[in-house]
């Protein structure tokens, strides 16, 4: 620009024309070039000074210095350059010089003019691109920066000369507290350093050195965010990413509440800890008090009930089978309210554990309906069991839950009826090769429940009203505990009911199909078919269930209802020569009852050669004597067992052609021929000890009697017992102890007696241990004569099949 103005004053000059010669002083020459030159950059610098701050106002002030600063750059460059001519006077009468001509001369000012103003005009339009280059550079800087300070966490940009480029307002609130702007251009040691000197960082307190080189090593090598926390109590999380060519970026995140939550957290955990441990204290304490109490109750009540049914078994005038009869009935009704507490409090605790052996499905129903049948018949009710033909025999799962539904759902029934019948029937509903789901439905025809109550029957505590409760007795908890039960076996449970009506029970269970043990007993149908049978009862239920079953067997069955039909029968099939082979009566039937139908058959000449049988829902002492004298060659309790039934068949067939007078076999025979044996009862309490020797004298059994542990031990040790019945707790060596101590011996000897737990603790926990021991089976106090028996049975039959055989032992 000063080099235009020097050309264009210069070549100004020399245009002029005039009778005298110019010369310049070559020191002012250079003078004026440098004015022009050095003035013109000054006014661009101020120019481009002026587009760079922000601000109209200092903008334009700025802009017109630049202005000035040019005028003085003509104006100086001028009038040095006019200082620095030197005229002198010419000789000659021409102009001095060659002259140039004036159009030529315009020309060329024009043209100098032009580039001029070209170049004016190019330094203009490249100012402008510049400035708005500059524009927006600061504009997307403002942008960055205004982007920057809206984040909530620290930022930082670091080069890659370790300098501090770039931070916000939160990064300096966070990691130094310095709202200085000087911060930026520092070296990071240096910033760190001045960190930990002004106690922002609660690690480096008392060691700034040892953090300051900590920091440097975490920021050269970054390896994935970390945690420092503030002398305030603040936490940080610093993430920290190395860019090529850029430098380092971090990121500062304030994680207090982070952190106060974790603590929370972890004080919740802790204080849940703490409340479980205190609640499995809780459990155990009240499993452990559950025990206690189901010990010390059950171990009385085994002697109060036990000795009150031996006393039914002997002779008694009517007030004291009355008052004995009340004795045992208030001893049952504390047994089941005991029962129904234990139970529903270890379903509530979780504690109910579920078996998976093999059982049969008959025999399971059957011993529940035993046990209720003294019950349902001395309330003058019929009691059933009708199961459908294609359902299985042998099944796994956990019969003694089953029973314990069946048990609550029958007994249900018995107690809420007051005449008619109780009928359990038992059908498929889907089955595979592996298992199948078994309905059950207990059908009576008592008084029935509305449809408002329904819904809540099976909640806990819960009964049809109140009056319920006073009449007929019970927690409320049975059918609770039932669904519960049945749910946890797969199944489901439900009711279909109408007041007056009667009411219908069913429930579903999934259980395995289990092939027959090479143990069973194997029925040899062979000498039974084509037997001809009368069978003679006044309930239809039972004509069905007699039809049913021994026309399984391969028997040809008529039923009738009454006594005159029956001899019409074997009056009519003794004439057209097909006499019946057997004949079954009912005792208690309206018109003749049974043992006057037995006397007329067996006054007819031409139909006493036929056998009877009589079957009774009602046993009284003496009936066994009546029923021998009026021709019975058997008699039988309702209700009856598949595998009695078949064995008194049986047996009264082989008798048919015996000419003299015979034992009369009854349930009891038939139990004593299969159950005589030698057995031991390990028992401290002495009314315990007699209630179990009566109980297993009374299906044949010879009994020995010990008192603790060690006589145990001794006596299986010297004496060959077909099954050992041992209480848990005694004094000097326990059950449990007595238990390991014989199998160790066995494991020399080679034997294996069965030894079943006889105990008043019936927690499953409880049983769990007595297996654990070594023990076979289980059976809590108070104690059934059934119960023992059938214990007896199977357990000695298992140690006859296999004597020497310890791991055949299982339930």
């Known amino acids: 620009m000063g080099a235009g103005i020097g050309v264009m004053h210069y070549t100004g000059m020399a245009a002029m024309r005039m009778n005298a010669v110019m010369r310049y002083d070559p ?69 001095v010089g060659a002259g140039l001509d004036p159009t030529f001369l315009g020309a060329w000012v024009s043209v100098a003019t032009v580039v001029i103003t070209g170049l004016a005009i190019f330094v203009t339009v490249v100012d402008s691109r510049l400035e708005a280059a500059a524009n927006s550079e600061r504009l997307s800087r403002s942008r960055l920066l205004e982007a920057i300070e809206s984040i909530s966490e620290g930022f930082s940009l670091y080069d890659t000369h370790d300098r501090l480029v770039l931070c916000n307002s939160r990064y300096r609130e966070l990691a130094n507290a310095a709202p200085e702007p000087g911060l930026v251009g520092m070296p990071f040691e ?45 936490w940080l999380q610093v993430s920290e990413r190395k860019i090529e060519e850029i430098g380092t970026v971090a990121v500062y995140t304030d994680i207090t509440g982070l952190k106060e939550a974790e603590a929370e957290m972890a004080e919740a955990v802790r204080a849940a800890s703490q409340a479980r441990t205190a609640a499995e204290e809780a459990s155990r304490a009240k499993s452990a008090f559950l025990a206690t109490m189901s010990h010390e109750i059950r171990t009385p009540m085994n002697g109060v009930i ?51 052996i093999d059982f049969e499905l008959r025999v399971a129903v059957e011993n529940v309906l035993e046990l209720l049948a003294e019950r349902a018949y001395g309330r003058g009710l019929e009691l059933v069991y009708l199961p459908n033909a294609d359902l299985p025999t042998w099944m796994g799962g956990d019969p003694g839950r089953l029973r314990q539904v069946l048990t609550n759902l029958v007994g249900n029934a018995v107690k809420f009826t007051e005449r008619g019948e109780v009928v359990v029937q038992a059908s498929v509903v889907e089955q595979t090769d592996d298992d199948a789901l078994i309905r059950f439905s207990i059908t009576d025809t008592g008084i029935g429940i509305a449809p408002e109550v329904r819904e809540r029957l099976f909640q806990s505590f819960s009964q049809a009203d109140g009056s319920t409760t006073r009449r007929y007795g019970g927690t409320g908890l049975g059918l609770a505990i039932s669904k519960r039960l049945v749910e946890m076996m797969g199944g489901d449970i439900g009711v279909e009911s109408a007041p007056g009506k009667g009411s219908t029970f069913w429930f579903t269970v999934r259980l395995a199909k289990r092939p027959a043990p090479p143990t069973a007993k194997q029925v040899n149908l062979a000498g039974l078919r084509r037997l001809r049978v009368l069978g003679v009862d006044d309930n239809a239920t039972n004509r069905a269930l007699l039809t049913g079953q021994l026309g399984a067997w391969g028997m040809q069955v008529d039923c009738v209802a009454d006594a005159s039909r029956a001899l019409e029968c074997l009056r009519m099939a003794e004439r057209d020569g097909r006499s019946y082979d057997l004949a079954i009566l009912d005792h208690q039937m309206p018109g003749m009852d049974g043992m006057t139908l037995a006397r007329t058959i067996k006054s007819d000449p031409a139909l006493a050669k036929v056998p009877l049988v009589l079957l009774t829902s009602l046993s009284y002492r003496g009936c066994a004597e009546e029923a021998q004298h009026a021709g019975f060659g058997a008699f039988l309790v309702k209700p009856i067992r598949q595998s009695q039934l078949y064995d008194c068949i049986a047996t009264v067939m082989g008798m048919a052609s015996e000419p003299a007078p015979q034992r009369l076999i009854t349930h009891h025979t038939l139990t004593e021929t299969q159950s005589r044996g030698r057995v031991l009862v390990a ?86 241990q007595c297996l654990a021991a070594g023990m076979d089976d289980f059976i809590s106090k108070p104690v059934e004569p059934d119960e023992l028996a059938t214990a007896f049975r199977k357990w000695s039959q298992h140690a006859a099949d296999k004597p020497s055989s310890p791991e055949s032992r299982g339930l």
């Open 27 to 95: 020191v002012l020459f250079v003078v004026s070039v440098i004015v022009a030159v050095v003035l013109a950059i000054t006014a661009l610098y101020t120019k481009f000074l002026a587009s760079s701050r922000p601000g109209d106002v200092h903008r334009w002030w700025t802009r017109l210095g630049a202005a000035s600063v040019m005028g003085f750059a003509v104006a100086g460059m001028h009038y040095t350059g006019m200082a620095a001519a030197h005229v002198f006077p010419s000789t000659s009468s021409d102009p």
């Open 190 to 234: 240096q910033v760190i350093r001045l960190i930990a000197e002004r106690g922002r960082v609660a690690d480096a307190k008392g060691r700034v050195d040892a953090w300051v080189a900590e920091r440097l090593a975490r920021y050269r090598n970054p390896r994935g965010p970390y945690v420092q926390q503030l002398n305030d109590g603040r």
């Open 306 to 356: 036990g000795m009150t049914g031996l006393l039914l078994d002997t002779e008694l005038t009517a007030e004291q089978r009355e008052y004995a009869e009340t004795v045992r009935q208030s001893g049952e009704g504390l047994l089941a309210i005991i029962n129904d507490i234990l139970d529903f409090s270890k379903i509530e605790a979780g504690k109910i554990d579920f078996e998976e």
């Open 683 to 768: 028992e401290d309490n002495v009314v315990n000890q007699r209630v179990a020797a009566r109980m297993l004298e009374k299906v044949g059994c010879r009994v020995d009697v010990v008192a603790n542990g060690l006589e145990a031990v001794e006596a299986v040790t010297r004496i060959a017992y077909h099954c050992v019945f041992m209480d848990c707790q005694m004094p000097d060596m326990d059950g449990y102890e007595a238990t390991r101590a014989i199998r160790q011996h066995e494991a020399l000897s080679g034997t294996h007696v069965p030894i079943i737990a006889m105990t008043a603790n019936a927690m499953e926990s409880d049983r769990d």
